[in-house]
């Protein structure tokens, strides 16, 4: 009988990577805890969400996981197209929220913009894959239009911090593809020069009163500046050991907006303070250097490039919420990873950390 669950025990964990898995069990059981607390620690109806969310998540990266790298290009063409096509269907006829048209409802709801998470990296990393021999201009101009194209109609939802996402995740793979740096300055000179261009016709009004707080959040306490005043006091109220568990005032008295999503962070940090806050850092570094090192030692281009645009996409997901939260980034949007409640962008990540377990555990690749 032991011998039988220890197989199967085997079986199961046998394409799970194990510092990663101990990362993410970690950061679940956190997420389940500040979850609970930041939707008042009254019922565990919100906390049981999560855990529906990570279980079902979880479930999809052991699958994908169990998938040869070789095996995951063929998905590539056909999960970029999939996305773009429910994207261009968003543009058409997608729901409106807020303001904002970002989901499509067919049957159930869905947010296109996450399966191109997925699809950006999938497809550029198999595009570069099959020109390895020789790359060009041309095929970094190719690869710019693949990548521009999804960017700009999410930016368009109007969805700024997963336009952000979408382009770091293909723009790590072009430039772990060789990208020249003097391509690299051309195209930060020429960027610096669409400033004016993006801020007078591309971002919305109250895109703009975001990035203007940054200078002086106080100027609108109310109003666009209220966001980041709150969750900085909060933040620092928490100070080295915290206020405690459910005892922080300013998540418990309901003045942390969004508490449980994309400002979590100000509600662990009231909570648990800098110790805390230090150990979910730490947590953080392990994923990255984990996955880095599976990126390094993989066996195919291919391989490469889907693991290293997966682990610096995970960076920037957890970079520019902490920038956020603290002050020092424009409110945007985005969740912190594996942390904030949310089904579709947990389900995304671990889609993703489940393609790199996958390059970890099937080294031998077969050219396609």
Request: hydrophobic content about 55%; some cysteine; glycine content about 10%.
């Amino acid at each position: 009988m032991k011998a039988t669950i220890n197989r199967l025990f085997f079986a199961i964990t046998r394409s799970l990577d194990g510092p990663l898995m101990i990362a993410f069990a970690v950061l679940a059981a956190i997420s389940l805890a500040v979850v609970f607390s930041a939707s008042g620690g009254i019922t565990f109806d919100r906390a049981m969400g999560q855990a529906r969310n990570f279980g079902i998540a979880l479930v999809a990266m052991w699958i994908i996981a169990n998938i040869p790298p070789q095996t995951l290009m063929r998905f590539a063409i056909p999960v970029y197209l999939l996305g773009l096509g429910l994207l261009i269907s968003v543009a058409l006829f997608g729901e409106i929220r807020n303001g904002a048209r970002r989901w499509l409802n067919i049957g159930f709801t869905i947010q296109p913009s996450e399966i191109m998470k997925i699809g950006m990296p999938l497809l550029l990393a198999w595009y570069f894959h099959r020109k390895e021999e020789g790359l060009s201009f041309k095929d970094y101009l190719i690869a710019g239009v693949i990548l521009m194209v999804p960017t700009l109609l999410v930016m368009r939802q109007p969805d700024l911090g997963t336009a952000i996402l979408i382009f770091s995740a293909g723009f790590f793979v072009i430039f772990f593809a060789g990208l020249s740096w003097k391509l690299l300055i051309a195209g930060g000179i020429g960027a610096l020069a669409s400033l004016p261009l993006l801020w007078n016709y591309v971002l919305h009004d109250y895109q703009r009163d975001r990035v203007l707080m940054l200078l002086d959040p106080t100027s609108d306490p109310l109003g666009a500046g209220y966001h980041i005043i709150q969750s900085t006091i909060a933040i620092g109220s928490g100070g080295i050991l915290g206020k405690g568990w459910q005892a922080g005032s300013q998540a418990q008295l309901d003045f942390i907006p969004e508490r449980s999503t994309d400002f979590i962070l100000a509600v662990f940090g009231e909570e648990f303070g800098l110790i805390g806050v230090l150990l979910l850092f730490t947590l953080y570094l392990i994923i990255i250097g984990r996955g880095l090192m599976i990126s390094i030692n993989a066996h195919t281009t291919f391989a490469r490039l889907l693991g290293g645009a997966v682990t610096l996409s995970f960076f920037t997901y957890a970079f520019v919420n902490i920038g956020m939260v603290t002050g020092i980034l424009p409110v945007v949007g985005v969740p912190l990873p594996l942390m904030s409640y949310g089904g579709t962008a947990i389900l995304s990540m671990c889609i993703s950390f489940g393609m790199l377990m996958s390059i970890a555990t099937h080294k031998q690749l077969v050219s396609t």
